[in-house]
């Protein structure tokens, strides 16, 4: 397992995977072992499976299967009806710090869910206390090097739950 120590509190994992079903099975078994609300920073190029983890994080969460998760490039905000609410948020199109108060995301910030942000990386550095930050990065056409780093002790204990986990479903570590 390849775990490696930031802080006292800051952990990081980096896994490959090798197909949009692989992103998806991670964000799935982040889904299951979530048992709290938490917020999620997702960054990546475009097509780097930002969506795809947010799928399979709903799958974990329980949502219904009626439910298609889709990035809400347009809507801003789609929420989905879980074991924990899912708020999936896309701030693609955002262009000024005004959006974000615009769109509501400093009140999901509390909410009682998971709030799951694509295109984190135009928050502000200090927008979130505690997170767990996914960043994707596009190795080959279906080959993703995902790195998450936990900032607070309940991320980092999940991280170490996903580390052993993830030995299970065959992704790589490393």
Do not use: C
Not at 37 to 55: E, H, N, R, W, Y
Not at 72 to 88: M, V
Not at 139 to 162: C, F, M, P, V
Request: hydrophobic residues 40%; proline residues 3%.
């Amino acid at each position: 397992m390849k775990l490696k120590r930031l802080s006292a509190i800051n952990t990081q994992i980096e896994v490959k995977t090798r197909s949009a079903g692989e992103t998806r099975e991670l964000g799935r078994e982040i889904g299951v072992i979530l048992k709290q609300p938490l917020s999620i920073a997702l960054a990546g190029d475009l097509g780097s499976g930002k969506t795809v983890f947010v799928q399979g994080l709903a799958k974990g969460l329980e949502v219904p299967d009626d439910y298609y998760i889709t990035s809400p490039t347009f809507t801003l905000i789609n929420e989905y009806p879980g074991r924990l609410p899912l708020f999936h948020v896309d701030l693609y199109r955002l262009e000024t710090v005004r959006d974000l108060e615009d769109i509501g995301l400093e009140e999901l910030r509390y909410d009682q869910g998971v709030l799951a942000i694509e295109w984190a990386d135009k928050l502000v550095h200090d927008y979130f206390h505690t997170y767990l930050s996914v960043q994707l990065y596009i190795s080959d056409e279906n080959s993703r090097r995902i790195r998450i780093i936990a900032y607070g002790q309940t991320e980092t204990d999940l991280i170490k739950a996903l580390g052993m986990r993830i030995q299970n479903i065959g992704i790589t570590q490393g």
